[in-house]
T-cell receptor, first 116, second 117 residues
């Protein structure tokens, strides 16, 4: 089956620093990747849609200058949380799809970010 | 905009009990519907999906869901749960007519199922 690897699985950083999270599709080409954020006891909230070779599309309320997304190849998308603050602490999840109408989403294991 | 509501946040069942998890969505047009499952320590994975055709959808591990258009519902069912079904279940909806494209799904808040041996 399709595998999506997300790295790191957890990270602790100091306030003001930047953190990069990688999302890789290991055995398929992902034309589209999605980045979600999940708060405790809440649903996955879509942050942005990332298409290979083009700029990411951000959801309303998501700061694109704070959450930098790069989808440089068909197997890799990165999310960089710039100048992280404690309120950015959350669980970040990526998903990848081949992009066809009936293509399912394949999820990474998520990254737990804690900003101190 | 589309939204999804799951009525039960935490369900506790004994093994062999029947399961039904509620899911309602709000969107007036054509929708694709999904149930995803997240087992402890694992990533989200697709349980079943509805795109068109027979509104009763069979998924993996004996799960099924029924799309009732008039009720805007897509409830998940299993006749007899097992301890290994302990997981969190997410209902999701995608509206192809939305500008976000086919794969932009909206998730419900999830239902944690705990099955007691």
């Amino acid at each position: 089956g399709a595998v999506v690897s997300q790295h790191p699985s957890w990270v602790i950083c100091k306030s003001g620093t930047s953190v990069k999270i990688e999302c890789r599709s290991l055995d398929f080409q992902a034309t589209t990747m999605f980045w979600y954020r999940q708060f405790p006891k809440q649903s996955l909230m879509l942050m942005a849609t990332s298409n290979e070779g083009s700029k990411a599309t951000y959801e309303q309320g998501v700061e694109k200058d704070k959450f930098l997304i790069n989808h440089a190849s068909l197997t890799l998308s990165t999310l960089t949380v710039t100048s992280a603050h404690p309120e950015d602490s959350s669980f970040y999840i990526c998903s990848a799809t081949r992009g066809r109408r009936d293509s399912p989403l394949h999820f990474g294991n998520g990254t737990r970010l804690t900003v101190t | 905009a589309q939204s999804v509501s799951q009525h039960n946040h935490h369900v506790i069942l004994s093994e062999a009990a029947s399961l039904e998890l509620g899911c309602n969505y709000s969107y007036g047009g054509t929708v694709n519907l999904f149930w995803y499952v997240q087992y402890p320590g694992q990533h989200l994975q697709l349980l079943l999906k509805y795109f068109s055709g027979d509104p009763l959808v069979k998924g993996i591990k004996g799960f099924e869901a029924e799309f009732i258009k008039s009720k805007f519902s897509f409830n998940l069912r299993k006749p007899s749960v097992q301890w290994s079904d302990t997981a969190e279940y997410f209902c999701a909806v995608n509206a192809p007519g939305n500008s976000g494209g086919y794969q932009k799904v909206t998730f419900g808040t999830g239902t944690k199922l705990q099955v007691i041996p």
